[in-house]
């Protein structure tokens, strides 16, 4: 066991969250989180922040930001870099998710002025918000500091479910800490805070929850309640508090939320809080716990984890060594150091998400909202999942670094299922389910956990489930509540799947061609993990299913060629173009058409053969001067900056031609992810962008759903090691660099290998790669019919009447 693990193993119940043994010895300046860079992707849209966290860590204290709007956040995460303010530091954020914001809860504000008016009425933050500069920033894994333009310096370090602030007031002004209880990011329907000057305590509570409710007025509701006390080391010289409009010098306790507007976003005037006020020039530490099932438990999550007496110091060195022990997943020599920044960068961003929501005795609050205990195996319950992004590469890599998160995720979502009438929602938060997005990524999820190693959870109980949710129309199903963005139900218009074997252009879902090619996908991961449980029939079933792509595929749609469209109930075609979005999630039927990742050959060869489907992909992958086309080139080419397009370079692949994977993604690699806060191409989806990166530095990819083979690339670095769970995989590739993309020969334990892909063993068991790599392409490796990565055809499947 290193050493970086050893001093990980003194956080009271970090066992709980992380695999022993996984990290290697590193020096201080090969420190994988010394490389990390929490900036990038906080500008720009890849809404990432850049406060305090620990991996996997239910607190994650940072700034929040605005542009002059109290009731918008200046970004999703709280945080936007070229916002010019910052008008507290909330302790709950998550890391690149859309819409208009998710959590912030609790943000507390050094102010250095008398409080004067009540903050609900600060609705433009010019009141009490301050300015600041990036040269008085530093971020770093574990660690937030900025010195305000009021004269305040914060400082902020994290455990897993609590934290350590400094406030370092200057000397001659009023040194005053707002606690707005009520202001979370999108709102709260209730709230409340409490004083106690002879404990040097603040304590309570916010409900809130509203994730994307502005697109849905069955979304504008909360759904978890979050506590927490606060613990100073310095005496209250005054206090206050503030109700909506009214502000009350003096008072130690106040209450109410801010209620949502008729489109979904916190009422202007409305919310509560409390204010403490320390002696001239003070510097002020605060301890905070938190815990989603009661104020008790986040005392106790406090008293274990950040005991009286430790100093910021302390967890900032504890939180560093806890990112070391899980960065240090995968060590790699070489590169630039903007390289080795966005690399580790974009593994810290994988292991933000889901987030620990069990608190240390084990309790958390279900989607039932009654209280449960972890129980058997089980460690921990995680919440946040942001199915429809990370099922396609994120929790694959999450897994085979961390298997026994992966497993205890896969318990979460089961558990969450069986407390939520045995639906299992597509995007979760806290103990809430949102409804966001399409398809059933559930399934694949499951799949794609057990397949890279997490193994340690109910897998049949859970199989069972998912099987009665693909094949049980229920309530939610039929509704139409919520849609196109947040329709309700598991699988959405299942009625239709097991009448018409599609989703219709008219249907309870967002879109019919799109619903329809997530769910083929879901039914193939359910018939893996048919197979893996000894369901013979159920595995035939659901690979048949997973072939009703092709009662989509409309062979005449346009002069050029077929396409997957949109299809009404009675079998006719509507109008159709090839740029059109209609149908889809988030992009165009140029972009869907690829989208059958576990039959490659089957949608080639419905295509006419691997020659014109590989020139289809050229027209696709090219602007009409043969450059490429990998984002912002319009809704006839990729989009390398969101989750429907992130698959296909690899497509090459299965077309003879590697060479051109290879290249696609290393220009992906070189050009759209930067060492900046704009390098995060499009929002990073709880860390699912950023595990595309790390796939592609290692020159590898997970492209079918619930399966492990691996689909290769090149490789960035000239050494990369993997501590995979089923063993370590070494991948050697001496002269690796941005200017050698292409693959001349590859050996694999030794042998030589002329396939473009890996089969499942490597990831179960481990091995050793060694790439040759030239500057120039090589057009004759793996480009065999015979070495292409497997297809998976389903038998023959019904088609629709016409």
């Given at each position: 066991m290193s050493q970086s693990f050893r001093s990980v193993a003194l956080i009271a119940c970090l066992g709980a969250a992380f695999t022993a043994g996984i990290a290697a010895a590193q020096t201080p300046s090969m420190s994988p989180a010394a490389s990390v860079n929490p900036l990038i992707g906080s500008d720009n849209g890849g809404n990432t922040f850049p406060g305090a966290v620990l991996p996997f860590g239910m607190l994650q204290w940072s700034p929040e930001n605005t542009r002059g709007k109290h009731d918008r956040t200046a970004s999703p995460s709280g945080y936007r870099y070229s916002a010019p303010r910052i008008r507290g530091f909330s302790l709950t954020h998550l890391s690149g998710a859309?819409?208009?914001?998710?959590?912030?809860?609790?943000?507390?504000?050094?102010?250095?002025?008398?409080?004067?008016?009540?903050?609900?009425?600060?609705?433009?933050?010019?009141?009490?918000?301050?300015?600041?500069?990036?040269?008085?920033?530093?971020?770093?894994?574990?660690?937030?500091?900025?010195?305000?333009?009021?004269?305040?310096?914060?400082?902020?370090?994290?455990?897993?479910?609590?934290?350590?602030?400094?406030?370092?007031?200057?000397?001659?002004?009023?040194?005053?800490?707002?606690?707005?209880?009520?202001?979370?990011?999108?709102?709260?329907?209730?709230?409340?805070v409490h004083v106690d000057r002879a404990s040097r305590s603040v304590t309570g509570e916010v409900t809130a929850g509203n994730f994307c409710g502005y697109l849905a007025k069955d979304g504008q509701r909360s759904y978890y309640t979050m506590y927490f006390v606060a613990e100073f080391d310095q005496p209250f010289a005054d206090t206050g508090s503030w109700d909506d409009q009214g502000l009350h010098p003096g008072r130690d306790a106040a209450r109410g939320g801010t209620g949502f507007t008729d489109k979904g976003f916190p009422i202007n005037g409305k919310g509560a809080g409390a204010w403490v006020s320390f002696s001239d020039g003070s510097t002020v530490q605060a301890r905070v716990g938190i815990s989603y099932v009661s104020l008790a438990n986040a005392r106790v999550n406090l008293a274990s984890e950040i005991p009286r007496g430790t100093t910021l110091t302390q967890v900032r060195q504890r939180a560093q060594d806890a990112w070391n022990a899980v960065l240090g997943g995968i060590a790699i020599d070489g590169g630039s150091a903007d390289q080795r920044s966005m690399f580790y960068t974009a593994l810290y961003h994988v292991m933000l998400h889901p987030n620990i929501y069990s608190d240390t005795n084990g309790e958390y609050r279900g989607f039932d909202q009654k209280i449960h205990r972890v129980s058997g195996t089980q460690k921990v319950q995680y919440a946040n999942f942001s199915g429809w992004d990370v099922y396609r590469s994120h929790l694959q890599l999450l897994t085979w670094l961390q298997p026994k998160v992966g497993s205890d995720i896969a318990q979460s979502l089961y558990l969450q299922a069986q407390q939520n009438h045995g639906e299992w929602d597509r995007w979760t938060h806290n103990s809430g389910g949102t409804h966001v997005m399409s398809g059933d990524p559930a399934v694949p999820a499951l799949a794609d956990i057990d397949a890279f190693g997490g193994h340690d959870f109910d897998l049949r109980g859970a199989y069972a489930s998912l099987v009665?949710?693909?094949?049980?129309?229920?309530?939610?199903?039929?509704?139409?509540?919520?849609?196109?963005?947040?329709?309700?139900?598991?699988?959405?218009?299942?009625?239709?799947?097991?009448?018409?074997?599609?989703i219709a252009s008219q249907s309870n879902a967002w879109g019919g061609a799109g619903e329809t090619l997530e769910d083929v996908s879901a039914d193939f991961a359910l018939s893996e993990l048919a197979g893996r449980v000894g369901d013979k029939d159920g595995q035939k079933k659901f690979l048949t299913r997973a072939g009703y792509w092709r009662n989509l595929f409309n062979p005449h749609a346009t002069p050029e060629g077929g396409y997957i469209q949109n299809r009404n109930a009675d079998g006719s075609w509507p109008a159709f173009t090839p740029d059109t979005d209609d149908g889809f999630v988030e992009a165009s039927a140029a972009v869907y058409l690829w989208m059958v990742p576990f039959d490659v050959r089957g949608l080639f060869d419905t295509l006419g053969g691997r020659d014109k489907a590989t020139a289809r992909l050229d027209a696709f992958f090219h602007d009409k001067d043969g450059h490429w086309a990998l984002t912002k080139a319009g809704p006839l080419h990729a989009e390398l900056d969101n989750e429907p397009s992130v698959?296909?370079?690899?497509?090459?692949?299965?077309?003879?031609?590697?060479?051109?994977?290879?290249?696609?993604?290393r220009i992906v690699v070189d050009t759209i992810w930067k060492n900046a806060p704009d390098g995060i191409p499009g929002n990073d989806d709880l860390g699912e962008m950023s595990s595309w990166y790390v796939w592609a530095a290692l020159g590898m990819y997970p492209e079918i759903p619930g399966r492990a083979e691996l689909l290769l690339g090149s490789p960035l670095f000239p050494h990369a090691l993997v501590h995979g769970s089923g063993g370590d995989v070494i991948v050697d590739a001496p002269g690796a660099s941005s200017t050698m993309p292409y693959v001349h020969a590859l050996r694999v334990d030794g042998k030589a290998h002329e396939q473009p892909w890996l089969a499942p063993g490597f990831v179960e068991h481990g091995g050793k790669l060694d790439f040759t790599l030239a500057a120039h392409a090589d057009t004759h490796w793996g480009n065999a019919v015979k070495n292409a990565p497997p297809s998976f055809a389903p038998p023959a499947v019904t088609t629709p009447r016409n």
């Open positions: 859309g819409c208009a914001g998710a959590s912030g809860d609790v943000p507390f504000m050094p102010v250095t002025q008398a409080i004067d008016r009540s903050p609900s009425l600060d609705t433009d933050d010019s009141h009490y918000a301050s300015d600041f500069a990036h040269a008085d920033e530093h971020a770093e894994a574990g660690h937030y500091q900025v010195k305000l333009a009021n004269g305040t310096d914060v400082q902020l370090s994290a455990a897993l479910r609590s934290g350590v602030a400094s406030f370092a007031f200057p000397p001659g002004k009023p040194a005053n800490l707002l606690i707005r209880v009520s202001d979370s990011e999108v709102g709260s329907t209730d709230a409340s009665t949710a693909a094949t049980v129309p229920t309530a939610n199903d039929l509704s139409d509540a919520g849609c196109n963005v947040k329709c309700p139900g598991q699988r959405p218009s299942l009625d239709q799947w097991l009448s018409l074997h599609y698959a296909t370079p690899w497509l090459y692949d299965f077309a003879g031609q590697p060479w051109k994977t290879q290249e696609a993604v």
